[in-house]
């Protein structure tokens, strides 16, 4: 049997996060509330990156 291998992709929420905390200045009062959000859904996705390989 052949397994159809995707690549695995980041996910849409993780890009516009990255994207909006380039575009922000430093000093905005949301970046941390942002970084936290950020900090989550990355250790998410990167968590669930050995279970796709069992």
Do not use: Q, S, T, W
């Amino acid at each position: 049997m052949k397994l159809i291998v995707k690549e695995r992709k980041v996910p849409l929420a993780i890009r516009k996060l990255r994207a909006l905390v380039c575009r922000l200045p430093p000093n905005h009062p949301k970046i941390p509330l942002i970084m936290n959000d950020l900090k989550k859904r990355e250790a998410g996705y990167k968590g669930n990156a050995p279970l796709i390989f069992h």
